[in-house]
């Protein structure tokens, strides 16, 4: 269940980002850092998607970054345009890679897989379940830091 999940976020997460950046939108560069339990996490990929509104139903499309090993990452979009559109995105982070399953938003832990598969660290509500939100500000910020924290963490 948890694979099919993973590669529905997936393919979500490919569409968001497939879509291109155009339009006549403005850009503001963003930046920030990815944490896990308050350690840089390098292996994340984060999209930022826009949130449109009755008065601006097609805001413009997503942009993306991976973390690098500090955490740190720099979106950008897939037109060449550096940044993401200004205002209210609806954010996702998940663990890149091929083998990584996605956590069950109820908490069940067998799926299954092959011991080979890494279970993402990152817990659905930061992906497959998200409604983290975050708006860009018309000047860009470097500030566009998360701090996610796993249940292990909060059980502490």
């Not at 209210?88 to 011991?115: C, E, Y």
């Not at 500030?143 to 909060?154: L, M, Q, R």
Request: hydrophobic letters at 35%; charged letters at 20%; proline letters at 8%.
């Amino acid at each position: 269940m948890r694979s099919v999940r993973s590669f529905a976020a997936a393919g979500l997460l490919a569409a968001l980002i497939g879509l291109g950046c155009s339009g006549g939108t403005s850009f503001a560069p963003v930046s920030g850092i990815i944490t896990i339990d308050g350690k840089p996490y390098g292996k994340a990929v984060v999209s930022f998607q826009p949130i449109g509104g009755p008065e601006n139903p097609n805001p413009g499309r997503g942009s993306s970054s991976y973390t690098d090993e500090s955490g740190r990452f720099v979106l950008h979009c897939d037109d060449g345009n550096d940044g993401a559109v200004v205002g209210k995105h609806l954010i996702r982070i998940m663990t890149r890679g091929n083998n990584v399953l996605g956590q069950d938003p109820n908490g069940s832990s067998d799926d299954g897989a092959p011991a080979k598969r890494e279970v993402d660290p990152i817990p659905p509500e930061w992906n497959a379940t998200s409604v983290k939100e975050f708006v860009v500000p018309a000047g860009g910020t470097d500030k566009a830091d998360f701090d996610i924290v796993t249940k292990k963490a909060a059980k502490k």
